[in-house]
């Protein structure tokens, strides 16, 4: 596809299906098809004024479409996204991608089968990207982070820890450099707390709630020459160590647009001009069964 203009497909026309398709139109090379939804009158509504096309056909979409975004309900993310790569379409997958683990992997599977990019939607690697927290001198031994909203209507197909642990669970993945091996929860559909052990000895605790009076996305960072605190709403950190972060972050394109950058990410590597997405879908899937294993020793 290099030097060919990119026709995005958007699947889910409610609020995240409305940032991707909005974010499309900014994207060099890149143009908004059209959007499927169950919902004609919305689907038509999100497409219709970014220049693309509303639709309930999602075979229409697929034959619009060079790529397609998989914004929809958690609970559809496995079918849909299934039938975009039958079909030969590069996918990019909002988190989670999967509602369970083996249709996760079987997306992943089919990917490799087909040789086609796969990424998924963990945006807030860019975040913690452009504030240099992947490439520190120091290894951290702790994380907290905290991640609630108020009650919502939107994402009722999943537990909170799917719907909203799962970025913290990403990330802490990354700065551990390994897989967990120990998980402990306790908690609801809607809030849940949990102590995870990864190899190399990082312990993350962690708290999701969908009970709450206010939004709050906290991260702190323990490093043995102190603790990188975030505030991911400021979006600010304090930076008490001897690290070289980047404290303009929020100008730089991945924290100002991690959207946009993750999009641009994944276009690059359909066209070849990027190894790899920000987020691929083999990350997603480890995500999903992370999520899982404390959804597991919470109960739920």
């Given amino acids: 596809m290099t030097g060919r203009v990119i026709r995005c497909g958007v ?8 940032y991707h398709a909005k974010k499309v139109g900014t994207l060099e090379g890149a143009v908004l098809a059209g959007v499927f939804d ?5 689907a038509e509504a999100l497409a219709a004024p970014l ?17 397609v975004i998989v914004a929809t309900p958690a609970v559809s993310h496995a079918d849909l996204a299934g039938r975009a790569l039958a079909a030969g379409k590069p996918i990019y997958v909002e988190k989670p991608v999967a509602a369970d683990s083996a249709d996760a992997w079987a997306l992943v599977e089919a990917a490799r089968a087909g040789g086609l990019v796969f990424a998924s939607g963990h945006q807030e690697r860019l975040s913690m990207a452009a504030m240099g ?11 907290e982070a905290v991640r609630r909203g108020p009650p919502s209507p939107r994402s009722r197909d999943v537990s909170c820890v799917q719907d909203l642990m799962i970025h913290d669970l990403d990330l802490a993945r990354v700065l551990a450099g390994g ?25 993350a605790l962690l708290e999701a709630s969908r009970e709450a009076e206010a939004r709050s996305r906290t991260m702190r960072i323990f490093y043995p020459s102190g603790i990188v ?4 709403l400021a979006p600010s950190f304090r ?15 991945q924290g100002r647009d991690p959207l946009g950058a993750s999009l641009s990410q994944f276009l690059a590597a359909v ?3 990027a190894a790899r997405p920000a987020a691929t879908g083999e990350e997603g899937a480890q995500a999903v069964d992370l999520a899982l294993a404390v959804e597991r020793a919470a109960g739920l």
């Fill in 11 to 18: 699947a889910g026309a409610g609020v995240f299906g409305g």
């Fill in 38 to 42: 169950h919902d004609l009158v919305r």
């Fill in 51 to 67: 220049g693309g096309v509303g639709t309930t056909d999602f075979d229409q979409l697929l034959a619009w479409s060079d790529v």
């Fill in 133 to 143: 927290l992947f490439d520190t001198p120091e290894t951290p031994f702790r994380i």
């Fill in 179 to 203: 897989d967990a091996v120990k998980v402990e929860a306790v908690g609801g559909f809607d809030t849940v707390r949990a102590g995870v052990q990864f190899e190399g000895g990082l312990t």
């Fill in 229 to 232: 605190e975030i505030d991911f």
């Fill in 239 to 253: 930076n008490p160590t001897y690290f070289k972060l980047n404290a303009d972050f929020a100008q730089a394109p």
């Fill in 271 to 273: 066209r070849g001009d």
